[in-house]
């Protein structure tokens, strides 16, 4: 027996909408639990029903796995701002090196190392 495809949108219905939440939140649960023991992962799974109600599951310390999160957000923004540092730098050093490449190449003409692009006057 296939199943149907529901149309995924509020449920209107408050009875069938909590008995829906229930089931799915079992089977959220289920699937972060054997992600975690199939694939030795950390898992941790903060769920708020829309009354309000706490559902939660670590497959360690909830606490050391939040503390990682927050360890790993703050790195990545240190590096995101030092990679927005070092592509300002870059671009004002681009001028320099540009000035630099220029007189390389007009020191290689004169040494009569690289003749192309060179008239006769």
């Known amino acids: 027996m296939a199943r149907e495809k529901i149309q995924i949108r509020k449920i209107d219905n408050a009875t069938a909408r909590q008995v829906t939440f229930s089931k799915r939140r079992r089977g959220l649960f289920k699937k ?4 975690s023991v199939l694939c030795d992962a950390d898992v941790a799974l903060i769920l708020f029903s829309s009354t309000g109600k706490l559902f939660e599951y670590s497959s360690s ?3 050391e796995i939040l503390e990682r999160h927050n360890l790993h957000s703050k790195n990545l923004e240190k590096g995101a701002a030092a990679l927005e540092l070092q592509l300002v730098e ?3 050093c681009s001028p320099l090196s540009k000035e630099v490449a220029e007189k390389s190449h007009q020191l290689r003409q004169m040494r009569r190392e690289e003749l192309q692009g060179l008239t006769v006057d």
């Open 32 to 35: 972060a639990e054997e992600l």
């Open 61 to 63: 310390s909830m606490k």
């Open 90 to 92: 870059n671009n004002n």
